[in-house]
């Protein structure tokens, strides 16, 4: 019996999700941006106006998969808080749709359950 060749790229995105990547030192996000480290955004919560976005960049060298949800389960929200519902986390920088509608939210990261920012969007 042979090995599958695929099963040896398995352990290298597996470490890629928990080891931190080499390279240039990571940046500082800028004022009024969200960073994301390891395994936490730099504020536990965040207050918007509804037509506001919120920006996210990783100051990390993880990869991090945000959506809405809390301890790292994303779901599908009842109402749609957002203008666009692409909230994953594929670039260093990202920044969300509209938020629409009214009310408390969290985001959270499906790599680190640890990761949920609460966001709330008042009128
Ligand atoms: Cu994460």
Known sequence: MTFPKILLGVPLLVAGMYVPAFGSTVHKPATGVI???????????????SGQRLTFANNSRFIHIVGVGSGGHLEVPKTEPVSSRLLMEQNDTYTTGQWNTAGTYYLTCSVHPEMTIKVVVKN
């Open 35 to 49: 960073g994301m480290t390891h395994e936490g955004y730099s504020k536990k919560a965040v207050t918007i106006h």
